[in-house]
Structure formats: C-alpha cells, structure tokens
C-alpha cells in the first residue's frame, strides 16, 4: 500500500504504546471481577475498601491472572478486600518515617552517599500493601523550576554518589523529561550511579520501549535497574523481552519483592520467582519484609517466618539467586538483614 500524505497539522503524534496502555487500566472493582470470571459476592468488600487506595491494573497484568482463581497470586496483590477496612495496632500511615527523612520536596535521604528523588507520584499499578499507600504525593512532585533547585542542592553536596529515581513508578514520565533530568544528573561530577526504582517494566513492558535503553544507558552515569515483580507469573515472555533490552543495552538488572502472605510465601514460589528472574537476566536482590502499612496487616509474614523461608531456599539455589531478606526500621543506617541466630528488636516504627 502507498502511505498516504498527512494533511498537515491534523493528526496529532501517535501517543506511544505504553501510554495508551495507561489511558487504559481497569480501575473498576467490578470491571475487574468481570473480567476474570469471579464472583461477585466479593464486589461489596472491593468498593469499600477502594475508596481508601483505588484500585489501577493495565489489562496486560490483569491477562497473567488466572480467571476463576480468587487467590491468584498476582490478582491478590491489586484486589481491594475487607481486610484492608481492619484497623491493626502497629500499622500506620507512615510506617518509615519518611517525613522525617525529606530534605526537601521530592528529595529523601536516609543512607549515606545514596538520595532518591520522587520522579512521579503515579504508578501504572496501585499495589495494596504499597508502603506510600498514604504518601502525600501532591507536596512531593516537583515542578521544572523545584526540580533546578533540586540539582543544585545534589551539586553541592559532595557526599552524594547515587542518585536513585523512584516515585510513585519514575517511569510514568515522558522520555523527554527522562532525559532531561538524567543530562542534569549526569553534569554533577561527584555522581556516578544512576539507579531507577520502576515496576512499570513488569505491569507494562512496552514501557521498555525503542528509546528507554538508550536513555538510561547514554549518559556517563552508570545505570542500574531495580524492578519490583513478587511472583514468578508477572514475568511473562513480554516481561523478558524488555528485560533483554535493557541487558542488551548494558544496564545491570535487579528485582526487589516483598515477602506477602497469600503471594509468594513458600520456598516453592519463591525459588521460581528467582529461576525466572534470572532467566530474565534479572538478579534477586532485596525480598523485604512488609512494611508496617495501615491497610496491609493481612499480608503481613513474622520475621521467623521469613527467616525459615530464606534459609531452605538457600538450600535449594545457588547463592545468587537467593535474595536478601531485609527489614527497613526507620533510623537504622541501612536496610536490616535478617539472618539466622540474630534477633531483631521487637520495635516496629
Ligand atoms: C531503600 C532505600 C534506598 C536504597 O537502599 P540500598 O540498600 O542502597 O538499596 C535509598 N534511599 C531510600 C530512601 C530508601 O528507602
Ligand atoms: S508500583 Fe511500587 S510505589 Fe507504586 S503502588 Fe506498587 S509498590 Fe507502591
């Protein structure tokens, strides 16, 4: 066929397609139950609970569900439910901390040499035991002009190695602005990390699109992705393809989970979580323990728990392929390993 000739100035841009995957996502309880078959008597629970944290899943996430199966790993992770209504001591808004950590809108730091700017208040996903499921976001996202004042403060401090773009999901930006803030990035001679914190990659992975390796690997900073998928059936063949594009284009690559009851709590889900994150090109990096979340309490998995979980893994992987298992408690100058025979304080925020 001939293309025809576009009459000028009437067809906008076609928007990429990860962002018409966006403009898309299921965000009605009932859409949800619709469309993978079940029941709903589980529809009264899923809008009460979604007004709280609403629910938003891309339609390519939601096709890894198994349709009939309420407990499917993955369908757990975004369904509104009951639970989340229940009020448990211990789980709070702020689980971290975090307020006290902002040195300034957009820019936490709580370790040393490491900061971790909010690049977009938004996620492609709203996952229920999110620890900034309360975050207010709306004071937290800075503009062009806060975002230069942003730059400067990182120039002026030396002690400053990494820069990590988190959010929100920082990949929800158009590649423009990308770019843009990694150049500036990129022009302050005391960083040399860039480290993006994204599970866009995973829920959409047109994300990943002809542009975005380039992006993150062309400057003179060096790139290290951390996705964030929980369970072996997020990482479909589209997953692994934009993960080899991002390999491909020489980033290193790897995955943080959350250890989440009903999810991924057995050395069965775990130990294929890391076999195909590796057949991803992906390592296994931190598995966290919940963060103490108001509205997630019935994910929550004891430290003991996890501890067992961790070490018969380790006697079924190679040591690579078994994630460290970590504790954030806020104030502690790094993320809390969990090890046999150490015991955690019984403090929990
Ligand atoms: C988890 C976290 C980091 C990264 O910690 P690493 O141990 O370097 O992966 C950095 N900044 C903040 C605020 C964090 O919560
Ligand atoms: S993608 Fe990350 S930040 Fe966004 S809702 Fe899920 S866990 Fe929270």
């Known amino acids: 066929m001939i ?21 898309d996502l299921v965000t009605d309880p009932r859409e949800l139950l ?40 993955l369908l757990r992770q975004v369904l509104p439910v009951g639970e989340e209504l229940a009020e448990v001591a211990g789980f709070h808004g702020d689980p971290l901390a975090e307020a006290r950590h902002t040195r300034d809108a957009g820019l936490l730091q709580k370790y040393q040499g490491r900061v971790l700017l909010i690049v977009s208040g938004a996620c492609a996903v709203n996952c229920r035991y999110c620890f900034r499921r309360h975050f207010p976001y709306d004071d937290n996202t800075p503009d062009t002009a806060h975002w230069e004042s942003l730059f ?34 990129a022009a302050i001679p005391h960083v040399t990390r860039l480290r993006i914190h994204t599970r866009l990659p995973v ?8 542009e975005l390796p380039g992006i993150l690997a062309g400057s003179r900073l060096t790139p290290v992705v951390v996705i964030h998928a929980n369970h072996a059936n997020e990482l479909d063949d589209a997953v692994a393809a934009a993960m080899g594009r991002l390999a ?32 991803c090109r992906v390592l296994p990096y931190y598995l966290h323990l919940l963060d103490p979340v108001a509205g997630a309490a019935h994910f929550d998995v004891s430290d003991a728990e996890g501890t067992a979980l961790v070490q018969a893994l380790a006697a079924t992987l190679p040591g690579y392929l078994v994630p460290r298992l970590v504790r954030e408690i806020p104030g502690r100058p790094a993320k809390t390993p969990l090890a046999a025979g150490i015991a955690l304080p019984p403090d929990r925020g």
């Open 3 to 23: 293309p025809q000739p576009t009459p000028r100035g009437q067809t906008p841009p076609a928007s990429p397609r990860w962002q018409a995957s966006l403009s």
């Open 34 to 73: 619709d469309l993978l078959g079940l029941d709903a008597g589980l529809l009264p629970a899923a809008l009460a609970a979604d007004r709280g944290f609403r629910l938003r899943v891309p339609r390519e996430f939601v096709a890894r569900m198994q349709p009939g199966d309420p407990a499917d790993p």
């Open 152 to 185: 400067a403060t990182l120039a002026a401090d030396s002690s400053i190695e990494e820069v990590i773009l988190s959010g929100g999901d920082p990949l929800m930006v158009s590649n423009r602005r990308l770019t843009w803030i990694i150049t500036q990035l």
């Open 203 to 210: 829920v959409v992975p047109a994300r990943v699109d002809d």
């Open 248 to 279: 491909d284009a020489g980033i290193a690559l790897l995955n943080q989970a959350v250890l989440l009851r009903g999810v991924n709590d057995s050395v069965t889900a775990q130990g294929a979580l890391s076999r195909r994150l590796f057949a």
